[in-house]
């Protein structure tokens, strides 16, 4: 074992009520990797050499090993999972139950050693840009009639950036883009995201 159990890992399995089995099971297989426990994100959360590899998090319907550069996995066994459309690097093996966990003790392992070997190549994610998302045209015309407004949003953190052209993309309706894109003008010319207070 490379290292000690974190405390704080201790006390949120103590404090599971549902997933208990699956994610000890689960902890016991990251542990045997020889990776680094910490708690991270108010989840178990595994590194090596200071990089995130891979994290346990549960939810209403599976709990899950959730890979944080999966997308650059191997997946010869055709069980990584995308979340959403929206996640780029991220990918989740899921499980409903501790035997779904034990009968693939061997590829779970496998795929952790491939996430390992990714941090040691150095390899990155090559994320969209943003200029690979389209400005809807609502939000555009918006940039025209306020320039200071496209400065802002070309301010904005490419996360930012992202998540506004997906909110006002999302509608389907040219009125309710517009209402969206006004609702946040001032939100955007403050330098602030969609969430942000």
């Known amino acids: 074992m490379k290292n000690d159990m974190h405390p704080k890992v201790d006390e949120f399995l103590s404090k599971a009520d549902q997933w208990k089995e699956e994610y000890i099971a689960l902890r016991n297989i990251v542990r045997d990797c ?41 997946d010869t066994h055709g069980i990584l999972i995308q979340q959403t459309e929206n996640v780029q690097a991220a990918r989740q093996i899921r499980f409903t139950n501790v035997q779904e966990i034990t009968d693939k003790e061997a590829i779970l392992k496998d795929y952790i050693h491939q996430a390992v070997e990714v941090e040691k190549a150095g390899l990155e994610v090559a994320f969209k840009k943003e200029t690979d998302y389209i400005i809807p045209e609502e939000l555009h015309d918006k940039f025209q009639e306020i320039p200071a407004l496209k400065a802002a949003f070309e301010a904005l953190t490419p996360g930012r950036q992202r998540a506004y052209i997906l909110y006002f993309s999302q509608a389907k309706q040219a009125k309710t883009r517009q209402s969206r894109v006004e609702k946040y003008v001032k939100h955007i010319l403050d330098g602030k995201g969609l969430n942000d207070k």
């Open 34 to 74: 020889e990776l680094t426990e910490e708690f991270k994100w108010k989840h178990p959360c595994y590194t090596f050499e200071g990089k995130n590899i891979v994290l346990i998090h549960g939810f209403k319907e599976y709990c899950a090993l959730l890979f944080h550069k999966g997308a650059l996995l191997k």
